[in-house]
């Protein structure tokens, strides 16, 4: 089973600066490699999918990047509204299955 | 619009049953794969269930021989039959929509909570 861990758990920053979430792989994973955003009381929704493609809608400011074990999700100048949790998402062959990180909390310093 | 509406929630005793359902509008579900995904209260996300165009079925270790996900085509609808019921159970369900089997969730319903507690 692979296990995903994001980090930081906990990432305080101001509007405007550059935020950069890790997801780590304990092994190789595909190209599927997907980011959500979760804000308090809704559902997930798409950001980034296949590591570094941008779902319809979503600002340009978020950026996905890595390969093999190492992903990364950069927010290159946070608004207000990032302020949120995030979740990197993976998927194993077989059998099919789908493993989300724990999460990270970008909030606001 | 693509939209998904989960009901069926609620406060259930342990080793109880609930059907959950996932009422879909805007495109066709044995055309795409649907999941469930829960969150446990402060939790992180976990996957659940999956029914593919096909109708093939797969599940989580943790709900295996327990739950069973199922759909109508004519009311467009998925559904979640849990049974034994644990205090683990206890979270947010959400149906979630992928266009192919590889691709990602690109869109979630509100959720519904199910709640198991004596």
């Known amino acids: 089973e692979i296990v995903l861990t994001q980090s930081p758990a906990t990432l305080s920053l101001s509007p405007g600066e550059r935020a950069t979430l890790s997801c780590r792989a304990s092994?190789?994973?595909?190209?599927?490699l997907a980011w959500y955003q979760q804000k308090p009381g809704q559902a997930p929704r798409l950001l980034i999918y296949?590591?570094?493609n941008r779902a319809t809608g979503v600002p340009a400011r978020f950026s996905g990047s890595g390969s093999g074990t190492d992903f990364t999700l950069t927010i290159s100048s946070l608004e207000p509204e990032d302020f949120a949790v995030y979740y990197c998402?993976?998927?194993?062959?077989?059998?099919?299955?789908?493993?989300f990180g724990q999460g990270t909390k970008v909030e606001i310093k | 619009e693509v939209q998904l509406v989960e009901s069926g929630g609620g406060l259930v005793q342990p080793g109880g049953s609930l059907r959950l359902s996932c009422a879909a509008s805007?495109?066709?579900?044995?055309?795409?794969?649907m999941s469930w995904v829960r969150q446990a209260p402060g939790s992180g996300l976990e996957w659940v269930s999956v029914?593919?165009?096909?109708?093939?079925?797969h599940y989580a270790d943790s709900v295996k021989g327990r739950f069973t996900i199922s759909r109508d085509n004519s009311k467009n609808t998925v559904f979640l039959q849990m049974n034994s019921l644990r205090a683990e159970d206890t979270a947010v369900y959400y149906c979630?929509?992928?266009?192919?089997?590889?691709?990602?969730?690109?869109?979630w319903g509100q959720g519904t909570l199910v709640t198991v507690s004596s």
């Open positions: 296949d590591a570094s």
């Open positions: 998402q993976q998927r194993s062959n077989w059998p099919p299955t789908w493993t």
């Open positions: 979630a929509k992928a266009t192919v089997a590889v691709s990602p969730f690109d869109y």
């Open positions: 029914i593919y165009s096909g109708g093939n079925t």
């Open positions: 092994q190789t994973v595909s190209s599927f």
């Open positions: 805007g495109f066709t579900v044995s055309n795409s794969y």
